[in-house]
């Protein structure tokens, strides 16, 4: 996994709690604080490591832990990837096109990179399918990139995700369409 991931995960850490809950999280891990710098790839096992130790130090579980991590990347990913946006996009345009654009320069950047593949299948305007696919088994991390999507385009009051297998696979479907907002 790339090591800006783990760079944003401190930094979140560190907001939502503070610096020695991150140090502690290290140690607990078996990590230090060395370990990442955003120019190199880790082994996916250090974020496994990290979200375990999260979950047994907050309660909550690890697929909440990816959902609110999710939510929390995007600001920073819509400010990297902002050359490749189009000024007219919607929550469900950034979607139907981040297999396209973000993925793709991401995989272009770096050979080791592998971010989820994203099939996507647009239904009709108002919603679409995400079919993700990715042996990381981090479906609840795309989940919590789509609530944070629609926060980012501020449609979060009308952007339904519904999980729609369950977020542990290396497959897992996602519902996401817009709703009326209720009169």
Do not use: C
């Not at 790839?41 to 130790?53: A, F, I, K, S, T």
């Not at 981090?138 to 977020?167: Q, S, W």
């Amino acid at each position: 996994m790339h090591g800006t991931i783990f760079t944003l995960l401190k930094r979140y850490v560190q907001t939502q709690y503070d610096h020695s809950t991150w140090i502690q999280l290290l140690e607990n891990s078996g990590l230090t604080a060395t370990d990442f710098d955003h120019k190199h790839v880790y082994p996916d096992e250090h974020m496994y490591r990290l979200v375990g130790q999260a979950a047994e130090m907050t309660g909550l579980s690890a697929d909440e832990l990816h959902e609110k991590f999710g939510e929390y990347l995007v600001p920073d990913l819509m400010y990297m990837y902002q050359r490749l946006l189009q000024p007219g996009w919607n929550t469900l345009d950034m979607i139907e096109h981040t297999e396209n654009t973000m993925h793709r320069q991401v995989r272009s950047e770096h050979a080791e990179n592998a971010p989820p593949v994203l099939n996507v299948t647009r239904i009709g305007p108002d919603e679409l399918f995400i079919d993700y696919v990715s042996k990381r088994r981090m479906g609840a991390l795309a989940v919590g990139i789509v609530r944070g999507l629609a926060k980012y385009f501020d449609e979060a009051d009308v952007i339904k995700v519904e999980p729609t297998t369950n977020e542990n696979g290396e497959e897992v479907r996602i519902r996401v369409r817009r709703i009326k907002p209720t009169a």
